[in-house]
């Protein structure tokens, strides 16, 4: 079967959900927050994935909890019925996770957005997982703190669904990803069982004591549980920050610098990547910002104290002097602002390198050892070529997370074939280089096929933890883990 008719197949395990489900649903979220008309059901039927364009995997049912205590109770009624649960909140994922492709219960978070309590004595918050994370931020920055992981989609994502997927962004080549701020979870479990992760009682920043079970539930996608509440670390916002630019003629050059950077002493607070193509690309989505045309562009970012960051800065400028075709440096917070909003808006723009096409999320995510970043961006260049195929490469080259934005026209089939065959070769080169299949997206329905071969043994174990957690196999099933004995496909 072609890949793209794969992509296409209804899931074989899809059952219809009892109407005695929906009936007692109803009662429990009453007829406003049961959505069961098919025109409601097909917005929670796509995110931002490919995947979900050629396979939209429509609910039987949408709930919108308010409460933990619905969350439990929505639980437990699909544990009864042995219904899929699949919890949604701002679907700005790439990867499908949070589309029902075997139908079902999908748990609408977005109501469950307050923030519960600000502790700024001790660096930490308690929220609810609906929360954006732009919005989070607007509540912190005031006091002088944030919530240092940075999602390029701040205005869409959710905080519950960066912990789903353990999401990074620009700034985690310094602050690290999601999970390094999650200090504990409240978790509605497959039984309807409510738990507390990291020591219930706690509101200490460190812990030895027991099993990680914050760090299992980080970047779990929904299938081992619900999280209801989060207790986040938080920190405080540096003072100043500047920007280097860096130009250079040859695409490996950047990634070279990458690594000088890193040579030099400095930990940057991110060290972003834009090639030839999505410095077009920014140009004609933002006219008037006028990027310089270069074969790659390094944005990097320093943090800290205004007289340690222009000396981070000029560190950086006399490292990249002899690789790069220009240096340039800015703290005025207005062009540093206009820089990160070029790079921010690149996902979106990335597909105006080619007109009357579409920008498609797949393959779009892997991340290699740095050391081998500059052969890794020749590598995805040449894929592309070969399967004749425009693509941008930009990313979080700091943390060797680098994003392919294949576009396509998605009315022809020939090129969605090409664009399905050029990512798999993709994720294979990401683990032919030592790397992983997904840096920050995560694995959703679109990469459970590469789990076996990146994990080896270890993915028993993983299968394990599942069955044990979620023996009915109803959490957001089909996503993240092939299933046992299955390969995935
Ligand atoms: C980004 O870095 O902009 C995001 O991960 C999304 C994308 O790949 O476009
Ligand atoms: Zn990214």
Redesign the pocket.
């Known amino acids: 079967m072609a890949r793209a008719e794969q992509q296409r197949t209804t899931d074989a395990a899809r059952r219809p959900l009892d109407p005695a489900a929906i009936a007692e649903l109803r009662a429990i979220f009453g007829p406003e927050r049961t959505l069961t008309e098919e025109w409601d059901r097909a917005v929670y039927s796509y995110d931002a994935s490919f995947k979900s364009v050629l396979q939209p995997g429509l609910p039987d049912v949408v709930v919108q909890p308010a409460s933990t205590a619905e969350v439990a109770a929505a639980v437990r009624v699909a544990a009864k019925y042995r219904a899929p649960v699949v919890p949604r909140a701002g679907a700005s994922a790439?990867t499908g996770g949070s589309v029902p492709h075997r139908g079902g219960i999908t748990l609408d978070l977005r109501r469950m957005n307050r923030v519960l309590e600000v502790d700024l004595d001790n660096l930490q918050v308690l929220c609810e997982p609906g929360i954006i994370h732009k919005d989070l931020n607007e509540r912190l920055l005031p006091h002088g703190f944030s919530f240092p992981v940075d999602?390029?989609?701040t205005g869409m994502a959710t905080v519950g669904g960066m912990v789903a997927n353990n999401a990074c962004?620009?700034r985690a080549v310094r602050y690290g990803s999601t999970a390094h701020y999650v200090l504990g979870l409240e978790v509605v479990l497959a039984s309807g069982e409510v738990i507390w992760t990291g020591s219930p009682g706690s509101r200490a920043l460190q812990s030895a004591s027991g099993l990680n079970l914050t760090g299992l539930f980080c970047g779990s996608e929904g299938t081992l549980g619900v999280i209801t509440t989060l207790r986040l670390k938080i920190l405080p916002k540096s003072p100043a920050r500047g920007v280097v630019t860096a130009l250079f003629d040859r695409l490996e050059d950047a990634g070279e610098g990458t690594r000088l950077v890193f040579r030099g002493g400095i930990v940057p607070s991110a060290l972003e990547l834009m090639d030839r193509a999505a410095i077009r690309a920014v140009n004609a989505y933002k006219a008037g910002l006028d990027l310089p045309d270069a074969e790659a562009l390094l944005l990097i970012e320093i943090e800290g104290q205004p007289a340690g960051v222009r000396e981070a800065a000029q560190t950086v400028a006399q490292t990249l002097g002899a690789l790069s075709t220009r240096v340039q440096w800015a703290d005025d917070p207005a062009e540093v602002a206009a820089l990160w909003g070029a790079?921010?808006v690149?996902?979106?723009a990335?597909g105006l390198i080619r007109p009357h096409s579409t920008?498609v999320?797949t393959g779009?995510?892997i991340a290699v050892p740095i050391a081998r970043m500059p052969e890794t961006l020749r590598a995805i260049h040449a894929i592309a070529e070969r399967w004749a195929i425009p693509c941008t490469t930009?990313?979080?080259i700091g943390s060797g997370n680098v994003?392919s934005?294949f576009v396509i026209d998605p009315r022809d089939q020939d090129e969605v074939e090409r664009v399905l065959r050029a990512s798999d070769e993709i994720h294979e080169l990401a683990l032919a280089m030592g790397g992983t299949v997904t840096g920050?997206?995560g694995v959703g329905s679109v990469r459970p096929q590469f789990m076996a071969r990146e994990h080896g043994p270890a993915l028993a174990a993983m299968q394990a933890v599942k069955a044990a957690l979620d023996p009915l196999g109803i959490m957001n099933p089909g996503k993240l883990l092939p299933a046992e004995g299955s390969d995935g496909v």
Do not use: V
Request: proline share 4%; net charge negative.
């Open positions: 790439m999602p390029g989609s962004g620009m790079r921010s690149l996902g979106a990335a920008r999320a779009e995510d930009y990313g979080h994003h934005a920050e997206h």
